[in-house]
C-alpha cells in the first residue's frame, strides 16, 4: 500500500513539473508578444501563468516531502518485518533494542 501511494506521489510531481515547463514557456513566448505588442492585458496574463507555476512549484516541494516520509515508513516496516522474521526463526535470540 504504501509503495501505491510513493509511486501515485511521484506521477503526481512528475505531472506537475510538466505543467510548470509549460506554464513557462507559456509565460516567456507572451513576454516576447507583449514586448513586441506593447500590450499591458499580455503582462497581465503572463503573471498569471507565473503565479500559477509557483503555485505549482510549491505543490511539487510538499510532494517530495511526502515522498520521504512514506519512503522512511516503507523502510521502517521493511525493517520491523524483517526484525520479526529473525525473532520467530527456530532457536533466534534476537537483540533487544
Known amino acids: 500500500m504504501a509503495e501505491e501511494q510513493i509511486n501515485g506521489l511521484k506521477v503526481k510531481k512528475k505531472f506537475r513539473q510538466t ?10 513566448n507572451l513576454s516576447v ?4 505588442e506593447l500590450k499591458m492585458e499580455l503582462h497581465t496574463n503572463l503573471n498569471a ?3 500559477s507555476a509557483k503555485d505549482k512549484e510549491a505543490e511539487v516541494l510538499q510532494l517530495d516531502k511526502q515522498i520521504k516520509r512514506k519512503t522512511e515508513e516503507l523502510k521502517q516496516y521493511y525493517a520491523f518485518v524483517k526484525f520479526i522474521m529473525k525473532c520467530t526463526q527456530p532457536g533466534a535470540q534476537p537483540e533487544l533494542l
Open 19 to 28: 505543467s510548470i515547463r509549460r506554464l513557462h514557456k507559456f509565460a516567456d
Open 33 to 36: 508578444q507583449a514586448e513586441k
Open 49 to 51: 501563468f507565473r503565479t
